[in-house]
């Protein structure tokens, strides 16, 4: 592959795959059948303490941050676009879906979301201009102890999900879901969108 369409197909990924994430959060809210794990952190301490979401969303993110130094996790132009194209792509989503009317519906839509969302994932996090900085975690722990990422992210998400909801947050069956299937739906996707260097496609390994 030459290095042009190597670096095309990089940028395409990052891209697509954060304006992806955003939409497909979407989708999950608008079926409404529970916010996904890190919002019911923040509206946890928004019930409890009067703290803006956006602010919890923020200071969460610096705080995980912290935790990849000793994971020996540098962040990359991936992890900073994630913070500025994720929350704009979900208001794309959320002007353009509405919720469905019947249950069967609402479904579909949690499922396709929630699917979206995986495969969103492998398309950023595979072209390797670094993680967003909760997918950080997963990412670090796999490469500096050799834990399984689905393993890791389903810790995380189910740990996060148990504080928002100890601090009265809301969630619902979805949340649930979400918490127990994100993890091994992006591991997959990841395996399948991962971009490899571009020394192994210039020699044709």
């Known amino acids: 592959?030459?290095?042009?369409?190597?670096?095309?197909?990089?940028?395409?990924?990052?891209?697509?795959?954060l304006f992806l994430f955003g939409f497909s959060a979407a989708m999950m809210l608008r079926a409404s059948?529970?916010?996904?794990?890190?919002?019911?952190f923040a509206e946890g301490f928004h019930v409890t303490w009067g703290f803006g979401f956006g602010w919890v969303i923020v200071v969460s993110g610096l705080v995980v941050l912290l935790i990849w130094i000793p994971l020996r996790q540098k962040p990359g132009i991936g992890t900073v676009l994630n913070a500025f194209l994720v929350g704009p792509s979900m208001e794309v989503g959320l002007a353009l879906v509405d919720t469905p009317e019947t249950l069967l519906q609402r479904i579909f839509l949690y499922a396709?979301?929630?699917l979206m969302m995986g495969i969103a994932s492998g398309l950023y996090i595979g072209a390797r201009f670094g993680p967003g900085p909760r997918d950080g975690?997963?990412?670090?722990?796999?490469?500096?102890?050799?834990?399984?990422?689905w393993a890791v992210r389903t810790v995380v998400e189910v740990t996060v999900l148990a504080i928002g909801w100890i601090l009265g947050g809301s969630f619902g069956?979805?949340?649930?879901?979400?918490?127990l299937a994100i993890g091994p739906l992006a591991q997959r996707s990841i395996r399948v969108f991962r971009v490899p260097d571009y020394s192994s496609n210039a020699t044709g390994k």
């Open 137 to 149: 975690l997963m990412v670090g722990f796999n490469a500096r102890f050799g834990y399984p990422m």
């Open 33 to 40: 059948f529970g916010v996904d794990p890190w919002t019911v």
């Open 112 to 114: 396709s979301g929630l």
């Open 173 to 179: 069956v979805g949340t649930v879901v979400f918490a």
């Open 1 to 17: 592959m030459h290095r042009g369409l190597h670096y095309v197909r990089r940028w395409s990924q990052l891209l697509s795959g």
